[in-house]
Structures are given as C-alpha cells and as structure tokens.
C-alpha cells in the first residue's frame, strides 16, 4: 500500500468509526514518519478534524479500510 497526500480512506467500522458509523480520513501532510490527516464523517464534506499519528498508527487505523479516491 502506497500513502500519498489527498487519498481519501473509509474506514472499517471494527477498527476505526465514530458511534458505530464509518469515518473517512484524508491525508493532508504526509511527511517520513508522521501523517496528519482529517477524519470527516462524509467524504464530500469540508467539515471535520485535523488529527496527527505515526504512519504506524495511521495504517492500523486504515487496516481493513478501502480507498474511496486519491
């Protein structure tokens, strides 16, 4: 799996969501060893928060998660 900047991931409700529901989180600055994202409830949507985590914690958020749009 290949991390760039403006993917866009739903995530699988076992691993990752918010009061049973999917969340999509979307890479806003990827850097080496960190990735700050924005988790949105709506891919569509502007409205969300800015979150940061190590790329390893990110992956295991996104682990079972399907790429919506890059």
Same mark, same amino acid.
Request: proline share 0%; hydrophobic share 20%.
């Given at each position: 799996m290949k991390l760039a900047q403006g993917q866009i991931w739903k995530t699988s409700p076992e691993v990752h969501s918010y009061e049973g529901m999917s969340v999509y989180l979307r890479i806003v600055d990827l850097e080496r060893l960190s990735v700050g994202y924005k988790e949105m409830l709506k891919a569509?949507? @502007?409205d969300g928060?800015?979150?940061n985590a190590s790329k @390893?914690?990110?992956c295991r958020l996104i682990k079972g998660a399907e790429l919506v749009s890059e």
């Open positions: 569509d949507t @502007k928060h800015h979150k @390893k914690v990110f």
